[in-house]
C-alpha cells in the first residue's frame, strides 16, 4: 500500500452558534490580540458585527483589516503583512470566503516566513519553515472549504496568474463552522460555492492519488451537495439545507486538501486571473465537460459511484458507460438547476484568449492531479467546447 498523509484542522466546530467557541479557543491557547481579517460587504452586512460581538463580550481585543479584493492579490497580502507588524496583535481571525481566508493564510505564513514577502515564491510546494502565525478560519460560504485545507491561491496582478500554494504550515489552527453566518448569502453566491464545493469532491474523488479514506469523505460530500445544494439556493432560510452545504464543503476540504485536484480546477484558475470570473462560478460551467473528458480513463469505473452518490437508482449495477452518462447527467441537471451559466461566452470569455488560457492551465499545479494525462491542445480544445 502506498503512504498517504492526511492534514486536517487541530480542531473544528460545526453547528449553529458555534461562533461562541472563538471565546474558548482564544483563551485556551492564552491569545492575546486578534489580526480579524474580513471583507467590507460583511462588515456592511453585519456578519462581521456577530464575531466582534464574541471578542468583546469575552474581553478579547482587535483589529480589522478589510482591504481585500474577490480574487485577492500580492497587493492585497503585503498590506496585510504590514498592517499585521504594526497591529501588535499575536493571531489571525478570518472571517469570509476564500478570498478572506486566504488572504489570511498568506499574511501568517509570511510573518512567521519573512524571506517570501515577495509572495510570489509561495506558488506552488512552498519550502516554508515556519508554521504560520495562529489562524481560526470562519467561513461565510459553503465552497472553498479554505478554512481545512492546506492550499490558498493568490492572484499576481502583474501577470495576470492564479498562483496555487500548497503549504501544509498554512492550515488554521481552529476552523468554525456556524451555518448561521452563511444565511445572507445571496442566491448566487449560493449557487457557485456550493457548485465549487462538488467540484472538490469529485474531482478528489477520481484523482490518482484518491485512496479508502479521501473517497470516504468525497462519498458523503456529493450525497450532501445532491440532498442540500437546491434547497439552500432556493430557500436561503433553510436550516437544514444550510447545516447540510456547510458541512459537505468541509467534508469535501478534508479529502481533495490532501489527495489533490485536476484540470477543472486548472481551467478555472486562468478564467479567474483573466476576467475576475468567480471561482465557483468557473467550476460549475467547467465541471461536466471535463468529466466527460476524464471519463476515458482508468477513473471511469469510478463514476457509477457518483451516480449513486446522486441518488439514481440502480447506478451499482450499471455498465461503465450507462454509470458515466448517468453521472454527468446528473451533475448537469443540478447545475442547470441552480441557474448556473452553461457556456463561457455566456461570463465574458474571448475566443482569442483561449491559447494563452489553456498554456496557463496547462501549467497550473493542478494539472498534474487529473485522473487523464492532458495536453496543451486538449485543453485548449476543452475550452472551445464550453465556449
Not at 363 to 377: A, L, M, S, W, Y
Request: contains cysteine.
Amino acid at each position: 500500500m502506498a503512504v498517504n498523509r492526511i492534514i486536517l484542522n487541530e480542531t473544528s466546530y460545526h453547528g449553529a452558534g458555534s461562533r461562541a467557541e472563538i471565546a474558548t479557543e482564544v483563551k485556551r491557547r492564552g491569545f492575546k490580540k486578534a489580526f480579524f481579517v474580513t471583507d467590507k460587504d460583511l462588515i456592511r452586512f453585519g456578519v462581521a458585527k456577530e464575531i466582534e460581538e464574541v471578542l468583546e463580550k469575552a474581553s478579547i481585543p482587535y483589529e480589522i483589516f478589510c482591504e481585500l479584493k474577490a480574487n485577492p492579490t500580492v497587493t492585497n497580502v503585503q498590506a496585510g503583512v504590514d498592517a499585521f507588524k504594526k497591529s501588535g496583535a499575536d493571531f489571525i481571525l478570518a472571517l469570509g470566503g476564500g478570498s478572506a481566508i486566504d488572504t489570511a493564510k498568506g499574511i501568517g505564513i509570511i510573518v512567521a516566513n519573512p524571506e517570501f514577502y515577495d509572495v510570489v515564491s509561495l506558488e506552488g510546494v512552498a519550502e516554508t519553515r515556519q508554521k504560520s502565525i495562529p489562524l481560526i478560519a470562519i467561513p461565510t460560504t459553503a465552497g472553498t472549504a479554505a478554512e481545512v485545507t492546506i492550499n490558498y491561491v493568490i492572484t499576481d496582478e502583474k501577470s495576470r496568474k492564479k498562483m496555487v500554494c500548497v503549504d501544509p504550515n498554512d492550515i488554521p489552527v481552529v476552523a468554525i463552522i456556524d451555518p448561521e453566518l452563511m444565511y445572507s448569502m445571496p442566491k448566487g453566491l449560493t449557487a457557485a460555492t456550493g457548485m465549487d464545493a462538488l467540484t472538490h469532491a469529485i474531482e478528489s474523488f477520481l484523482t490518482p492519488g484518491a485512496w479508502e479514506m479521501s473517497d470516504m469523505f468525497e462519498v458523503k460530500a456529493m450525497e450532501l451537495v445532491h440532498k442540500h445544494l437546491k434547497n439552500a439556493v432556493d430557500y436561503p432560510e433553510d436550516k437544514e439545507a444550510r447545516e447540510g452545504m456547510a458541512l459537505a464543503q468541509y467534508i469535501a476540504g478534508m479529502g481533495f486538501s490532501n489527495v489533490g485536484l485536476g484540470i477543472v480546477h486548472s481551467m478555472a484558475h486562468p478564467l479567474g486571473a483573466f476576467y475576475d470570473t468567480p471561482h465557483g462560478v468557473a467550476n460549475a460551467l467547467l465541471l461536466p465537460y471535463v468529466m466527460e473528458f476524464n471519463a476515458q480513463s482508468d477513473a471511469g469505473s469510478k463514476y457509477k459511484d457518483i451516480a449513486k452518490a446522486f441518488g439514481i437508482e440502480g447506478a451499482e449495477k450499471m455498465s461503465v458507460e450507462d454509470g458515466i452518462e448517468a453521472a454527468v447527467n446528473a451533475v448537469k441537471q443540478l447545475s442547470l438547476s441552480i441557474r448556473i451559466p452553461q457556456k463561457l461566452r455566456e461570463i465574458g470569455v474571448k475566443e482569442g484568449d483561449i491559447p494563452e488560457l489553456a498554456q496557463a492551465a496547462f501549467n497550473d499545479v493542478c494539472t498534474g492531479g487529473n485522473p487523464r494525462p492532458v495536453t496543451v491542445e486538449e485543453i485548449e480544445a476543452l475550452y472551445r467546447k464550453a465556449l
